[in-house]
Nanobody, 124 residues
Framework: QVTLVESGGGSVQAGGSLRLSCTASKDTYRPYCIGWFRQAPGKEREGLAVVRDDGSPTYSDSVKGRFTISQDNAKNTLYLQMNSLKPEDTAMYSC??????????????????WGQGTQVTVSS
């Protein structure tokens, strides 16, 4: 059983920062590919950033340069540092994991395991 739990969401003013965390159950943490997605009301789910087990990341153009994905394997935790937040970043943010190689990209359909999400609200 794979369990992913996100935390760190909240409300922030435009220009501010938040750090999201995604903690996985210990015996299943080492996914091949793990990443962050978001979905705003009335919009499609959007892939933001993924990282492979070798540490190599991929970012969407919408967050490149503002968001940083990282992982602490000792803590079984994935992070998303979000800086220079904009009102359009308001959404439910979720982490997702994939254990099968070789694909690892921002397509949500690749990921069978999902957390419940954490809400991020950015006010202007």
């Amino acid at each position: 059983q794979v369990t992913l739990v996100e935390s760190g969401g909240g409300s922030v003013q435009a220009g501010g920062s938040l750090r999201l965390s995604c903690t996985a159950s210990k015996d299943t943490y080492r996914p091949y590919c793990i990443g962050w997605f978001r979905q705003a009301p009335g919009k499609e789910r959007e892939g933001l950033a993924v990282v492979r087990d070798d540490g190599s990341p991929t970012y969407s153009d919408s967050v490149k340069g503002r968001f940083t994905i990282s992982q602490d394997n000792a803590k079984n935790t994935l992070y998303l540092q979000m800086n220079s937040l904009k009102p359009e970043d308001t959404a439910m943010y979720s982490c997702a994991a994939r254990y099968i190689r070789p694909k690892c990209n921002l397509v949500s359909g690749l990921f069978p395991y999902w957390g419940q999400g954490t809400q991020v609200t950015v006010s202007s």
